[in-house]
């Protein structure tokens, strides 16, 4: 030991110490790596829930930030993909470490969704900073893992990534239990969206306090550890490795793992993952377009989901340990898996209840849960077999590919579905009108020709049509038109024969008499001879002379009569029937053009009154928006069975890709490994150990 070393020195380390170094140099007991596990899963839970809380409430965000559905689709896409090269960068922890990482990630990503998001007021700012938030998300999501593989031997590995693949899951579930709690029914506010942001952040800037994150150090974590017995030859091994030895083993990272167990396995799950990560993304805007469930139900649905899925990745991780294989669960999980999706996505365009749907996500997810945790645990032991040095390389290569399947995945779904923009936009207040003028607007679509009929009409004369007793439309109807167009023409002649009926006929009864008289045009030169031949023709005494007086001074009205005696003649069958409509002469000269569309709506007028009190700003918003939103309404729920049935391809594929894992099918095959393995860490070490003592 060298001079230098001797000297006292301060064991107590500085604060910049102890924030920044971070490495174990020996294998930690029990209780504090369960306390670096619980430390690390509790990080990934916190990352992920700001990775997955715009699920919650992406139906505000598309409206505030007026986004159309397809380039909110494009924007994840793009953000996949960059998330994917923070995950590539992420193979560099196993030069540079992990947990620093970790930390300073969830204080970046915590800033950001607490404040800088929420600031947002247009799609590009959002968009451009959920891309910052989605590379460092990138990167931390690779760490994490990478540190649930060094501190979880290989026996104990399914447990430990069972307990790291609840993260995502729990993230999901915070994201849906939060929304349940904190999102309202019926929402005003078009910047709601932010509250939900601004817990999420704020709960993730608390998790930075959990800074007493550690790490294996290089030495430790580049070999492989089957049992916590190998625990002894693990640093034994790690005090004979040099800086040489850790530098050939990290050399050409990618060389040595783009191999094709590690890469089509890779391929594999995440394509098996197309249906979580479109639950993660779209099950908000699936369930409320195609099912009609409000945001609130929607994200309940989303409670059931994520919980079975908890519930699955946890205890298959303990059981999978419990019985030393992986290969068989993976194989239950995706049958199971396959089998749900079909039943999910056959309820499509049908009206199942909220309680039917949730059963359906619960088993679903629980395939996905069953066959997901032994795949973690099987691929970090696949790397592990090709180098244990790299691990998180092999983790980088993992999440590179899972975000670009994912990316592209979203750049596929608009072409597949392209029915959710204008049902996301207008659908809610098209599903609005329609509830709140139910009986109105059903009866426009059964009637459309009475409601072209009543929009020819004026209004004025819709009033005087309503001004008119029912009796007198009958009794005008029954009048012969080619009548009534008389008795319209010859209207002042008609009235004046009633009022003059009495001097009428007296001259029709004397029409020579009257004749003669007309030839003096100075009824002073009539001869006193004629005058009382005309008396006593009238009715003799007074009585005629009034009626010869009335005829002298009317006698323009009633020659007006006289020269219109044959179209008289023929309103006169019609005479009661006139009397009684012509106190509404007016109105029924207005109504006269309109008789055709006034005698199609005269059943329909309670109908047609109701119908003209829906504001005009509903007709207009339905014409403008009603048939976009009907004819998505007619597709999306084809279009998203589509989907679905991609995704169950996914699992298929997912399914024939397990033999290229390492492990067993059999648990006493892994228990014969096993125990080979022990007794081969037994003669290493005491190898070690003698070599040591001489």
């Not at 031997?153 to 729990?170: E, K, L, N, S, Y």
């Amino acid at each position: 030991m060298s001079g230098t070393a001797a000297q006292p020195v301060s064991t107590r380390p500085g604060w910049i110490d102890w924030l920044i170094k971070r490495q174990l140099d020996s294998y930690p007991d029990t209780r504090p790596r369960v306390m670096y596990l619980g430390i690390t899963v509790l990080a990934t839970i916190t990352l992920y829930y700001e990775l997955y809380v715009g699920g919650s409430v992406s139906t505000l965000i598309l409206t505030n930030l007026h986004m159309t559905f397809t380039f909110y689709v494009l924007t994840l896409a793009v953000g996949a993909i960059i998330g994917a090269f923070g995950s590539l960068f992420a193979g560099i922890t196993d030069r540079l470490g992990r947990a620093n990482l970790v930390v300073f990630g969830l204080f970046f990503t915590g800033v950001f969704v607490a404040f800088i998001l929420p600031a947002a007021t247009d799609k590009w700012t959002f968009t451009i900073e959920g891309f910052v938030v989605g590379f460092v998300e990138g990167v931390c999501l690779v760490a994490t893992p990478a540190l649930i593989r060094d501190f979880s031997p290989q026996v104990g590995r399914a447990t430990a990534m069972g307990f790291w693949t609840a993260g995502p899951v729990i993230g999901s579930l915070i994201v849906s239990v939060v929304g349940t709690a904190t999102i309202p029914a019926i929402i005003n506010d078009p910047r709601f969206w932010t509250h939900e942001y601004r817990i999420c952040g704020i709960a993730g800037l608390i998790v930075i306090a959990l800074i007493g994150l550690k790490e294996l150090s290089p030495a430790l974590r580049d070999q492989i550890m089957v049992t916590l017995r190998d625990r002894a030859l693990v640093e034994a091994r790690a005090k004979g490795l040099t800086e040489a030895d850790i530098e050939a083993a990290l050399r050409h990272p990618f060389r040595q793992l783009m191999k094709p167990d590690i890469i089509i396995s890779a391929i594999a799950v995440s394509i098996m993952l197309l249906i979580y990560y479109t639950a993660v993304g779209f099950s908000v805007i699936y369930l409320t377009t195609v099912f009609g469930f409000s945001l609130k139900d929607a994200n309940g649905l989303g409670n059931w989901n994520w919980g079975f899925n908890v519930i699955a990745v946890i205890l298959i991780g303990i059981i999978s340990d419990r019985f030393r294989v992986r290969k068989p669960f993976m194989v239950l999980g995706g049958v199971v898996a396959a089998i749900m999706t079909v039943i999910y996505l056959l309820q499509a365009g049908h009206h199942p209840s909220y309680y039917t749907l949730a059963i359906i996500l619960a088993v679903l997810s629980l395939g996905l849960g069953i066959a997901y945790t032994p795949w973690m645990a099987s691929y970090t032991e696949t790397v592990e077999a090709r180098n244990p040095a790299l691990t998180a390389t092999g983790l980088a290569i993992w999440g590179w590919i899972i975000r670009i399947v994912v990316a592209l995945s979203f750049f596929l779904l608009p072409l597949v579905i392209n029915s959710v923009t204008p049902l996301v936009d207008y659908g809610a207040q098209v599903q609005a009108y329609a509830t709140q003028y139910k009986s109105e607007l059903a009866f426009a679509q059964a009637h459309p020709d009475v409601v072209a009929a009543a929009q020819k009409v004026p209004p004025s004369v819709i009033a005087a049509a309503k001004s008119v007793p029912p009796d007198v439309i009958a009794t005008a109807q029954k009048i012969p038109p080619d009548v009534l167009a008389i008795a319209q023409k010859d209207a002042t002649q008609l009235a004046n024969a009633q009022k003059f009926a009495p001097e009428l006929a007296v001259i029709q009864a004397h029409p020579a008499l009257f004749t003669k008289l007309a030839t003096y045009k100075n009824p002073a030169q009539i001869p006193p001879a004629l005058v009382n031949q005309a008396i006593a023709a009238a009715g003799g005494g007074v009585k005629g002379l009034k009626v010869l007086t009335t005829i002298s001074q009317n006698q323009a009205a009633i020659t007006g009569v006289i020269a219109v005696a044959p179209d008289l003649q023929k309103l006169a069958p019609y005479a009661a029937d006139l009397k009684t409509i012509a106190p509404y002469s007016a109105q029924l000269t207005a109504m006269a053009p309109y008789s055709a569309e006034l005698t199609k709506m005269a059943p329909y007028g309670p109908q047609l009154t109701a119908l003209a009190g829906v504001p005009p700003s509903v007709f207009a918003f339905l014409k403008a928006h009603g048939q976009d939103v009907q004819n998505a309404a007619a597709v999306t729920a084809s279009q998203w069975r589509t989907w679905y049935w991609i995704c169950f391809g996914g699992i298929i594929f997912f399914l024939f890709s397990i033999p290229l894992l390492r492990g067993r099918w059999r648990t006493r095959d892994a228990k014969r490994d096993e125990e080979e393995h022990e007794a081969k860490v037994q003669e290493e070490l005491a190898r070690i150990q003698a070599a040591t003592v001489s």
